[in-house]
């Protein structure tokens, strides 16, 4: 079974700061890994995604991922937080197709919130 | 593209009511999927189509809940009857699978209130 932790339900970071929000997995086989964004009373916004290549992933509004195999991580970053950054964000994985469901599993997620 | 579009955005009903949600998935994928959003379960799926077909409905929490999806261009969920519990947020998703574009789409989401 492929699961998804997000060990912090809530990350508080000042405005003009770096940011981190983290993720591990599990999941059968080499991963696809996904972060969603989703501001209050709002669908979930794709962010960005590793699928293979670069461990480094760049994605919507200055987000970027990395890809820790060793340690089955995805954590998402962001070199300066904005106060419109805070929303609640969430992890997900799904095996390589052929590899195993195509169901995407979530994590928790996790609030994030900047302060001016 | 619109995106995924959902209706209605906004469901207040009475316990044993019939509730319908409805989805239009992006023009072009072949996957659609719904989820059910509560704060104690976080994001939960609940049935995903593969071409109109349902692929794996394990997550429907019982008989009450079921999906049909008629067309490429259109899938209902059904709650019948509709219970307290079943109040949450509903999300309908839609990918496709081909190439680097198997990303999930998710629509805006249906507020389902059951008194």
């Known amino acids: 079974a492929q699961s998804v932790a997000q060990p912090e339900d809530q990350v508080n970071v000042a405005e003009g700061n770096p940011l981190t929000v983290k993720c591990t997995y599990s999941?059968?086989?080499?991963?696809?890994l996904f972060w969603y964004v989703q501001y209050p009373n709002r669908g979930l916004q794709f962010l960005l995604k590793?699928?293979?290549?670069?461990?480094l992933v760049k994605g919507s509004y200055g987000f970027e991922a990395e890809f820790n195999k060793s340690q089955t991580s995805f954590h998402l970053k962001k070199p300066s937080a904005l106060v419109s950054d805070s929303a609640l964000y969430f992890c997900?994985?799904?095996?390589?197709?052929?590899?195993?469901?195509?169901?995407?599993?979530f994590g928790k997620g996790t609030k994030l919130s900047v302060i001016p | 593209d619109a995106g995924v579009i959902q209706s209605p955005r906004h469901e207040v009903t009475e316990m044993g009511q019939e509730v319908t949600l409805r989805c239009k998935p992006i023009s072009g994928h072949d996957y659609l999927f719904w989820y059910r959003q509560t704060m104690m379960r976080g994001l939960e799926l609940l049935i995903y189509?593969?071409?109109?077909?349902?692929?794996?409905d394990s997550g429907m929490p019982e008989d009450r809940f079921s999906a049909k999806m008629p067309n490429a261009s259109f899938s209902t969920l059904k709650i019948q009857p509709s219970e307290p519990r079943d109040s949450a947020v509903y999300f309908c998703a839609s990918s496709f699978l081909q190439g680097s574009t198997d990303t999930q789409y998710f629509g805006p989401g249906t507020r389902l209130t059951v008194l």
């Open positions: 189509f593969n071409n109109n077909v349902p692929i794996d």
């Open positions: 997900a994985v799904r095996a390589q197709p052929g590899a195993g469901s195509y169901q995407l599993t």
């Open positions: 590793y699928i293979t290549g670069d461990n």
């Open positions: 999941v059968s086989g080499n991963p696809y």
